[in-house]
Structure formats: C-alpha cells, structure tokens
T-cell receptor, first 117, second 115 residues
C-alpha cells in the first residue's frame, strides 16, 4: 500500500521568509512518481512538479526548489522569499506504476501555507 | 489552450437522488481521472479512464460509476445520494496515464452538497 505523510498541517510565515514543506512517502514499489500540487481557494489543483524514482536530482524553478532523497523517502518543497500569492494548500502525491499496480495518485493530507504581508 | 472543464460548478441534491457530473479534458488528453475531496478524508481516487476503458477504480461503493466517451469526455454518476457524498469532485486529464512531464491537469471541480 502507498502512503504520503505531510506532517505540517498549517504553516504561517511573513512575506520574504523561506519556507519548507515536508513530504514523506511509503511504497514498496521501485518505480514511482512524486508530485507536488498547489490548491488556491478557487479549488483547482495546480501542477508544480513531477519527479520519477530514478531521478534524485534536485530541481529549482524560480523561487521553488525540491529536494528528493530516496534514502529517507522524502520529497520536500522549499519556497524562497515567499509572497502573499503563495498562500494556498500544497499537496504532495505519489503514483506507483509497477506491473499490476493501479495508476492513481495517492495524496498527502496537505499543508495550508499562509504568507502574511 | 482550454483547460479541463467541469460542469456544473455547484450542485445541491437531496438524499436518495442521483447526480451526473461532467468533465471535458484538454484536447488531445486521453486519460481522465476522478477524485473526491472532503475535509475528513482528503483527496481520494475514484476511477481512471483511458481510451473509453475504466483502467482503475478506487475504494468506493458501487453507487459511484463513470464512463468515458470516444471524444475523451467523461461523466461520473452517483446514485442514491447520501449526506456523506457531499464533496468537491475533481477531474484530471493527461496525455498519458502516468501524467507525463506536465502531470495531470485538474479542473476547478464540482461542489456537490447533499441535503
């Protein structure tokens, strides 16, 4: 069975602070994908990144960066110099694709990020 | 380009009724998945369709069903509605079942309230 844990339910920071959202996953499959999504108040889930299990390179995209560590089963997300517009719920998700495994996203419970001006 | 379109945006139904939700994926996307989001259970997978075939189904009762048409549009149906079915229902599409480099694109969802 797959499981994604986002232990931080809510985080509040002041604008321009850096913030890291934690994600820990569990799976017995060796081939899988990890995702991060952002959900603003409008409700739509916005895709941020997909990383496959064979690619442990860290990724940077503007103010966003992701740290993938298979040794600790973690896929953490850092926002540098946070802005008020970053306020949203952030979800980490896992998909396993090995033979016989259902292709579905297993989501964590989400982290509500509030960036104060 | 147009995103994933879900209709209606809001719906209020009475217990025992049935409801049909619609999802139009991005043009060229053949994979459509449905998720239920509730405050208590979070985001849970309902089912996935690819090329008009249901490939996967989540752990939901038989009252939840769906289908996909030849133009990749999908519908999900919930029969004999219960109060616990009140949720945001999200549809997602992608070119491939694993999401590809751009992941799944989600619609804005249908907010279903059962009274």
């Amino acid at each position: 069975a797959q499981k994604v844990t986002q232990a931080q339910t809510e985080i509040s920071v002041v604008e321009k602070e850096d913030v890291t959202l934690d994600c820990v996953y569990e799976t017995r499959d060796t081939t899988y994908y990890l995702f991060w999504y952002k959900q603003p108040p409008s409700g739509e889930l916005v895709f941020l990144i997909r990383r496959n299990s064979f690619d442990e390179q860290n990724e940077i995209s503007g103010r966003y960066s992701w740290n993938f560590q298979k040794s600790t089963s973690s896929f953490n997300f850092t926002i540098t110099a946070s802005q008020v517009v970053d306020s949203a719920v952030y979800f980490c998700a896992l998909m396993t694709i090995s033979s016989g495994s259902a292709r579905q996203l297993t989501f964590g419970s989400g982290t509500q990020l509030t960036v104060l001006p | 380009k147009a995103g994933v379109t879900q209709t209606p945006r809001y719906l209020i139904k009475t217990r025992g009724q049935q409801v049909t939700l619609s999802c139009s994926p991005i043009s060229g996307h053949r994979s459509v998945s449905w998720y239920q989001q509730t405050p208590g259970q979070g985001l849970q997978f309902l089912f996935e369709y690819f090329s008009e075939t249901q490939r996967n189904k989540g752990n939901f009762p038989g009252r939840f069903s769906g289908r996909q048409f030849s133009n990749s549009r999908s519908e999900m149906n919930v029969s004999t509605l219960e109060l616990g079915d009140s949720a945001l229902y999200l549809c997602a599409s992608s070119r491939t079942p694993t999401g590809g480099n751009y992941g799944y694109t989600f619609g804005s969802g249908t907010r279903l309230t059962v009274v």
